[in-house]
């Protein structure tokens, strides 16, 4: 059974700093692509970030020099360091995984999400 378990949001002053983590077991976690998504209160989910399995990255635009994301292979942990939050960067941070199955399929999974609040 595939897990993906978060750990690290929590309420921060705007500019502060946060470093949300994920946890992956029941996949081979270095064959994955991993992403961060956030949905922040009335929109929809939007990816934030995302690292393939060869260590190339990604990011949103309105992260872009703020967040950064990581692996550890040797730990199963994909992470998001994000600096000079914003009020707007609230929202629900959803750690996902893309797990190829062979050829072109690949199986999605999501982390339970965990709440980020920026204030001023």
């Known amino acids: 059974q595939v897990r993906l378990v978060e750990s690290g949001g929590g309420s921060v002053q705007a500019g502060g700093s946060l470093r949300v983590s994920c946890v992956v077991s029941?996949?081979?976690?270095?064959?994955?692509?991993m992403g961060w998504y956030r949905q922040p209160p009335g929109k929809q989910r939007e990816l934030v970030a995302a690292?393939?399995?060869?260590?190339?990255?990604n990011y949103a635009d309105s992260v872009k020099g703020r967040f950064t994301i990581s692996r550890d292979n040797a730990r199963n942990t994909v992470y998001l360091q994000m600096n000079s939050l914003k009020p707007e960067d609230t929202a629900v941070y959803y750690c996902?995984?893309?797990?190829?199955?062979?050829?072109?399929?690949?199986?999605?999974?999501w982390g339970q999400g965990t709440q980020v609040t920026v204030s001023s």
């Open positions: 996902n995984a893309k797990e190829p199955l062979g050829g072109s399929a690949f199986r999605i999974y």
């Open positions: 029941g996949t081979i976690f270095s064959r994955n692509h």
């Open positions: 690292i393939t399995s060869g260590g190339t990255t």
